[in-house]
């Protein structure tokens, strides 16, 4: 009896181990391999054409927020994982983090996205962090870039760190190397950072994040680009706030006119002009800037593979009804 107790007892510690193993290698794949295209199809069917219309009248009535919600996004998701953790109010959490206080925007049009979701599938079934991927693919297609199918499937942090994103979010000044390295850090390709940097071919700048490069000496910039620029952003200071277009050539209009402006040293960030500045992206920057089609396609696919960083494993997670806070 004694060995029948013994072997019973280890088979309920073989049958645990191999569930912890399991649980190990599921969240090791991360939450990429538990996304997919037809997660909400019986949960929500009618979510994608909500979040649309939703995101229609929001960038109909303000095209900036399109760009918004796109750098919501690349801020979200460079944070532990695309989690919505950027979402969540308070001091301590990424909001009030350098690269986003004062400067991120989009809260509202995500809070009001989100309630029309609740309003269909009501009690917390969608989680934030599938909304704002799908708001990101929709701003976009809505300013006339390309569309991609969005995985699904996504759970909500219930903590943010305005440390974590301190250090994961590349700064204006940064130069090439340290771009790179930042895209690497999440397992992203400079080919993936270039295309992705090409989300400034919407949205502004305060002019804080380009005073130096307008004003300064030793910039790689068209002058008559930084005298335009100039009068609205003095080397003095005090005008910090003041808002710049990304994209010189088309600022509302989700095209290459970007990697176009590059190309004529018309990058607004000295970060977006490094990609074309006699370094490794030259090539990849003309690419683009003469080939519409071949950016379009490379930016859908960066948007997948950014939209798949998961948040580590161990992170609490749940789906919020208010975007704003924790259950
Ligand atoms: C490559 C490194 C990047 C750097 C250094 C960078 C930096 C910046 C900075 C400094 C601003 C202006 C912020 C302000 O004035 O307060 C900005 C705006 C913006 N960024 Fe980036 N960014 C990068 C990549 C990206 C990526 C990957 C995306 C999206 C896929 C993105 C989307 C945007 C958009 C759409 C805006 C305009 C937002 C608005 O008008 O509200 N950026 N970025
Ligand atoms: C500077 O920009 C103008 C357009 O504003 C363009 O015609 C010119 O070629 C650019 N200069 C350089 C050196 O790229």
Not at 31 to 51: D, E, H
Request: proline content about 6%; aromatic content about 6%; charged content about 15%.
């Amino acid at each position: 009896m004694a060995a029948a107790a013994v072997s019973a007892s280890s088979s309920r510690v073989l049958v645990l181990s191999f569930a912890l193993l399991a649980a190990a290698v599921s969240s090791l794949a991360g939450t990429a391999a538990a996304l997919s295209t037809g997660y909400y199809n019986k949960r929500c069917p009618s979510l994608q054409p909500a979040v649309r219309s939703a995101m229609a009248r929001a960038v109909a009535a303000d095209p900036n927020t399109g760009a918004a919600v796109l750098r919501l996004f690349f801020h979200d998701c460079f944070v532990n994982g695309c989690d919505a953790s950027v979402l969540l109010d308070g001091p301590a959490g990424e909001k009030a983090a350098a690269p986003n206080a004062n400067s991120l925007r989009g809260y509202e049009a995500i809070d009001s996205v989100k309630s029309q979701v609740e309003a269909a599938c009501p009690g917390g079934v969608v989680s934030c962090a599938d909304v704002l991927a799908l708001t990101a693919r929709d701003a976009v297609s809505l300013l006339g870039g390309p569309s991609w199918t969005v995985r699904l499937g996504r759970r909500d942090a219930r903590a943010a760190s305005r440390d974590a994103a301190n250090a994961n979010l590349p700064g204006p000044g940064s130069g090439l190397p340290a771009l790179v390295a930042a895209f690497a850090a999440k397992g992203l390709s400079p080919r993936d950072m270039t295309a992705l940097s090409g989300a400034h071919t919407v949205g502004r700048a305060r002019c804080a994040t380009f005073r130096g490069r307008v004003n300064g000496g030793g910039e790689a910039i068209n002058a008559t680009y930084a005298a335009g620029l100039r009068g609205a952003c003095p080397a003095g200071g005090g005008a910090d706030g003041a808002l710049a277009p990304l994209d010189a050539e088309t600022p509302d209009a989700f095209d290459n006119g970007y990697f176009r402006a590059l190309v004529q040293r018309r990058g607004l960030l000295h970060s977006d002009q490094e990609l074309y500045n006699g370094g490794s992206q030259d090539a990849l920057v003309r690419k683009y800037a003469s080939n519409g089609p071949a950016f379009a396609g490379d930016f859908g696919r960066a948007m997948v593979r950014m939209g798949n960083l998961a948040p580590a494993p161990g992170t609490p997670l749940e789906v919020r009804v208010n975007c704003r806070r924790p259950n």
